[in-house]
């Protein structure tokens, strides 16, 4: 049964990626445009002291302006890095004061030197934070589906607060019908699809 429900993402995976890969430089920059819009105009955004936001990477929506801005209105902005060097990898975030900070990491992403403060989860500040979240695959149900590794998953785990702050963000095409859902997957509690 399990076994069915990760051949079965992977199939979703492979399918959503491929037409992500097809959007045309148009409707990326399109998008991205309009997801800043929709970020910077957000309530958790403007309450927001913390700002937890992926590094786009491949094909993913650009997540730069938001970072820019963020930085801007001297919000803390903290973004992924994946240490792989123990036996099992987990995700972190380090603040960054710029985008120079970072450079190429895990699987090509530009990640931060990972020599700066660690965002640390507290469920008092977890109200003055937003997380923005990558994903492939997202449904009106709020699952999510990502490059399958878990990450998120297990970063998100033991943070209730954080949870309740948490926002997916992508493209439409990355939009499907009732995606299937394993009993770790941990949903945002919104997702933005532009
Ligand atoms: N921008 C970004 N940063 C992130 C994530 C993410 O999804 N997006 N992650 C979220 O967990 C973590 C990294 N997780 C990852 C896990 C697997 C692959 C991976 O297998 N990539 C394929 C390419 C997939 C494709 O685009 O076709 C590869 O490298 O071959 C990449 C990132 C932390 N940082
Ligand atoms: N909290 C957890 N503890 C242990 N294993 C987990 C946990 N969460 C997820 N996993 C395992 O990690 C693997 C990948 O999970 P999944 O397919 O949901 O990743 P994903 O959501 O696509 O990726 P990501 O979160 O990195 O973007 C699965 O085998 C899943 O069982």
Known sequence: ???????????????????????????????????????????????????????????????????????????????????????????????????????????????????SEEYVYSQEEAERTLLLMPGVAFDRYRNRIGYGKGFYDRFLEDKPGLQQRAIAVGYRCQMTDTLPAEKTDIRPYQVICV
Request: net charge positive; hydrophobic share 30%.
């Open 1 to 115: 049964m399990e076994d069915g429900i990760k051949r079965n993402k992977r199939e979703i995976r492979k399918a959503v990626l491929n037409s992500r890969d097809n959007l045309s430089k148009q409707e990326r920059e399109k998008a991205s445009l309009l997801l800043t819009e929709r970020i910077l105009g957000h309530q958790w955004f403007y309450r927001a002291e913390q700002i937890l936001c992926f590094v786009s990477y491949g094909s993913e929506i650009s997540t730069r302006g938001i970072l820019e801005e963020a930085l801007k209105a001297g919000k803390k902005v903290y973004v992924p890095k994946v240490l792989s060097g123990k036996k099992h990898p987990e995700m972190c975030f380090y603040r960054i004061t710029g985008l120079t900070e970072l450079e190429t990491g895990y699987r090509g992403i530009p990640e931060p030197a990972g020599d």
